[in-house]
């Protein structure tokens, strides 16, 4: 009964590796977001999608690349992942024609870049 | 540019004393606000949002908001604080015409016994 569900939780990897996060919504929005979470707890949006179209890019190096295969999901793929990119992502969804933009979030992926 | 301040990084309060956490905005007409709870190593879950109409809202676990125009402020409250109310709070504004959630800092509550 999961509404907004990521994997993986956890997420350990060399630096110069490439990775992927997946999201999946099962609320029926239309609208999904990747949110960065700094250890500093700051939240921070990265990008967001409407319809699978890319309707936010918030000056994300662009080693970051999303990829909406459909409307419930959301992946976030990172490569040649460097330290600073250790940080908390979560991914959010909503439907913002009925609910003014109230994000749903996801339980967040844990990015560890040694 | 929009932003939204969270003056108080921490606050402690005692168990069952009362709670308020505060939240200013700046932006030229009124937004949609949002508090949202993180508990340790949890997502955020929402507690309450303010779209328009009542400027007192209530929210989950009893807590409430007070959207004030004049003060550019929508503070959280809570009459008598619980131990598991520990957590970091986060005020957001979702500008009307934008898809995206601008946070504030986050305040973090500690509860003592």
């Known amino acids: 009964d999961t509404a907004v569900s990521q994997t993986p939780k956890y997420l350990v990897t060399q630096m110069g590796n490439d990775k992927s996060i997946k999201c999946e919504q099962n609320?029926?929005?239309?609208?999904m977001y990747w949110y960065k979470q700094d250890s500093k707890k700051f939240l921070k949006i990265m990008f967001s999608?409407?319809?699978?179209?890319?309707?936010i890019n918030e000056t994300v190096p662009n080693r970051f690349s999303p990829k909406s295969p459909d409307k419930a999901h959301l992946n976030l793929h990172i490569n040649s992942l460097e330290l600073g990119d250790s940080a908390v992502y979560f991914c959010?969804?909503?439907?913002?024609?009925?609910?003014?933009?109230?994000?749903?979030f996801g339980p967040g992926t844990r990015l560890t870049v040694l | 540019a929009q932003s939204v301040t969270q003056p108080d990084i921490h606050i402690t309060v005692s168990e069952g004393a009362s709670l308020e956490l505060r939240c200013n905005y700046s932006?030229?007409?009124?937004?949609?606000l949002f508090w949202y709870v993180q508990s340790p190593g949890q997502g955020l879950q929402l507690l309450l949002k303010?779209?328009?109409?009542?400027?007192l809202v209530q929210g989950i676990k009893g807590f409430e908001a007070e959207f004030k125009r004049s003060q550019s402020s929508f503070n959280l409250r809570k009459p008598s604080v619980h131990w598991s109310d520990a957590a970091e709070y986060f005020c957001?504004?979702?500008?009307?015409?934008?898809?995206?959630?601008?946070f504030g800092s986050g305040t973090r509550l500690l509860v003592r016994p």
């Open positions: 999608y409407n319809n699978k179209e890319l309707i």
């Open positions: 303010y779209f328009s109409g009542d400027t």
């Open positions: 959010a969804s909503s439907h913002p024609r009925s609910s003014y933009n109230e994000q749903f």
């Open positions: 957001a504004v979702a500008p009307d015409s934008s898809y995206k959630l601008i």
């Open positions: 932006y030229g007409a009124t937004p949609y």
């Open positions: 609320l029926g929005h239309d609208t």
